[in-house]
């Protein structure tokens, strides 16, 4: 059954603890992308791979960070320096990074920072 | 870079009515408007998109528009159903265009 598996479902952390949030995918995807969804705000762009090690920041990177160290992975790190993390994370892959194309979702993330 | 604005940011309806969701877009080399559809809870999924070649793209009770020279499309759902209700998104990206950008959503919700 392919498609974009995420987790943890839901995660709780103490402030000042990075925590990393997983993404694995097995459409054999090359693009892989980290959304940030706000109530209001929609979905904006943390970071997102085209390739194996490689990797771009998106609108809103930081406090981010990302690594690509294998095409179906994109995990997601969400450190101290991040001002404002509670939030629902959701990760994508499409087929190709540039064009058209459907943007695939895992389930989310939702973060909660007491 | 590209800005997508949509409207309105919420929308209730009752079933059986049409409901009608508005985007507009700013960069003129945009030519790919998906929409996508989230329900409470679930993952956003695409439900129908359009390229700059057609004005308009139609699929059952669900129909996209776009007017290039405006830089505006907008969704249409005809006979609404309760199943309907969700937050809809629109996005606009462009051939060379490494991201979808996003509008901020429209939760709808459809009352029996």
């Known amino acids: 059954d392919g498609g974009i598996t995420q987790s943890p479902k839901y995660l709780f952390r103490k402030e000042g603890q990075n925590v990393t949030l997983s993404c694995e995918q097995n459409?054999?995807?090359?693009?892989m992308y980290w959304y940030r969804q706000d109530p209001g705000q929609g979905l904006r762009l943390i970071y997102y791979?085209?390739?194996?090690?490689?990797?771009q920041k998106g609108d809103i990177a930081e406090g981010y960070s990302v690594s690509r160290e294998k095409k179906e992975s994109f995990p997601l790190t969400v450190t101290s320096a991040q001002k404002n993390p509670t939030a629902f994370y959701l990760c994508?892959?499409?087929?190709?990074?540039?064009?058209?194309?459907?943007?695939?979702f895992g389930e989310g993330s939702r973060l909660t920072v007491l | 870079g590209e800005n997508v604005e949509q409207h309105p940011s919420t929308l209730s309806v009752q079933e059986g009515d049409s409901a009608v969701i508005k985007c507009t877009y700013s960069?003129?080399?945009?030519?790919?408007f998906p929409w996508y559809k989230q329900e409470l809870g679930k993952r956003p999924q695409l439900i129908i998109d359009?390229?700059?070649?057609?004005g308009e793209k139609k699929d059952q009770r669900i129909a996209v528009t776009l007017n290039k020279t405006a830089k505006h499309f907008s969704l249409h759902i005809t006979e609404t159903q309760p199943e309907d209700s969700a937050v809809y998104f629109c996005?606009?990206?462009?051939?060379?265009?490494?991201?979808?950008?996003f509008g901020t959503g429209t939760r709808l919700t459809v009352i029996p």
């Open positions: 994508a892959s499409r087929y190709r990074l540039a064009g058209v194309g459907e943007l695939f």
């Open positions: 459409l054999n995807h090359d693009a």
């Open positions: 791979s085209q390739i194996v090690n490689d990797f």
């Open positions: 960069d003129s080399a945009s030519n790919y």
């Open positions: 359009i390229r700059s070649n057609v």
């Open positions: 996005a606009a990206t462009s051939t060379g265009a490494n991201n979808l950008f």
